[in-house]
């Protein structure tokens, strides 16, 4: 296997729902990643699970809630969003963490905050 | 300085042409080089990869050159197919710095 699965692939939601992001990879990668992509722009960074350490981006809002049950599985907590927050959510492993070599992207949740 | 140049923003492209991207970065402390392409509706999937101390890679019709001293890489595309349109983002990272930072990505159409 040699994906990496997201679910759900669409996902619309109200500012005031709670609302989780599913992530999984059978890879064996040791490092997780959540991007957040708007329309016309490279990923951006928002969490890192790296031999099952957090690292957080700091100009992430708390309202995003990263969670790592075990090795293949990457949550995404959702709580009282924003419009702006409406973005495709990637989730991405790596057996290489920092060398890029073989980032492995899921197609992404489609997330429309209304 | 962690930031990543690209252009062009977009570029057409006739089919059997020659696509060129360029990018160029400030921090001599990268020391690999990936270029990932990405459809519509998916997520980016690692294209081609460079390290510093090659001058060129070639993988079929993806060719990366890279000028140390310019502190800059480009992407050619060879006779290039209308399935090649997408967007194409060019990054960089170092081992001990888990992040890869991305260019602003261009997007490429190839037109019949």
């Known amino acids: 296997d040699t994906e990496v699965t997201q679910t759900p692939k669409h996902l619309v939601m109200g500012m005031t729902n709670k609302k989780s992001l599913k992530c999984e990879q059978h890879m064996g990668h040791r490092a997780m990643y959540w991007y957040k992509q708007k329309a016309k722009k490279p990923p951006e960074l928002m969490f890192v699970y790296s031999y099952e350490k957090l690292s957080i981006n700091e100009s992430v809002p708390s309202r995003f809630s990263p969670e790592c049950p075990n090795s293949s599985l990457l949550n995404l907590h959702l709580h009282a969003l924003q419009p702006e927050d409406s973005a495709l959510y990637l989730c991405?492993?790596?057996?290489?963490?920092?060398?890029?070599?073989?980032?492995?992207f899921g197609s992404g949740t489609r997330l429309t905050v209304v | 300085q962690q930031q990543v140049k690209q252009s062009p923003q977009s570029l057409i492209v006739q089919k059997g042409g020659i696509s060129i991207i360029n990018c160029a970065y400030e921090n001599t402390a990268f020391d690999y080089f990936p270029w990932y392409q990405q459809f519509p509706g998916k997520g980016p999937a690692l294209l081609i990869a460079i390290r510093p101390d090659v001058s060129e890679k070639k993988e079929g019709r993806f060719t990366i050159s890279f000028n140390k001293s310019a502190k800059q890489f480009s992407l050619h595309i060879m006779d290039s197919q209308p399935g090649d349109s997408a967007t194409y983002f060019c990054a960089a990272s170092y081992a001990s710095y888990d992040k890869v930072i991305f260019g602003p990505g261009t997007s490429l159409s190839v037109i019949p």
């Open positions: 991405a492993s790596s057996q290489t963490p920092g060398q890029g070599l073989d980032y492995t």
